[in-house]
């Protein structure tokens, strides 16, 4: 019989759908005086499943991110115990400075959930240009996944 973590775990394809359908995710950097340093992003995935985000430069967690490429990132949703679901994912982050992968990943991460034509798709680079220059790419690549649907367990707790 399954235990009650193998009832609830995510499927690979489960996990993509809800890594690509959410908006916001939670990156964890461990900060210079010991704290973790928790920020909501918005985010997108890569071809290859890597998720990337963009922030300013000078910011906090690029510093972390820089001394230690060690990120837990979460994603979750649900109102109620019943209908939590939730993807953490330990990760190693790289620091990307080139600006094209900068504005490809504002692109994604504006365009999520719609299909957008190569028109739009081109407007939208012109659209995040200015704000490009200005910042990075934090890319995570995924070292392991844990997962959690409690809908999965129907209401039997």
Not at 27 to 34: A, C, E, P
Not at 41 to 48: H, L, N, S, V
Not at 76 to 103: C, F, N, Q
Request: with cysteine; aromatic share 8%; hydrophobic share 35%.
């Amino acid at each position: 019989m399954p235990s009650r973590r193998e009832l609830i775990q995510l499927t690979h394809e489960e996990m993509a759908e809800f890594l690509d359908t959410s908006r916001t995710l939670i990156i964890v950097s461990n900060g210079v005086d010991g704290y973790p340093h928790p920020v909501p992003m918005w985010f997108c995935r890569d071809a290859e499943g890597r998720l990337c985000c963009t922030t300013f430069k000078k910011a906090q967690k690029v510093l972390n991110f820089r001394r230690d490429p060690k990120a837990s990132l979460l994603v979750e949703s649900g109102h109620d115990y019943e209908e939590l679901k939730s993807v953490l994912i330990y990760a190693h982050a790289d620091v990307v400075e080139d600006v094209d992968a900068v504005r490809d990943t504002l692109v994604g991460i504006n365009s999520k959930g719609r299909t957008v034509s190569e028109a739009e798709r081109e407007e939208l680079r012109e659209a995040v240009s200015n704000t490009a220059e200005k910042r990075v790419m934090i890319r995570f690549t995924p070292q392991r996944y844990v997962s959690w649907d409690h809908a999965k367990l129907g209401g039997r707790y």
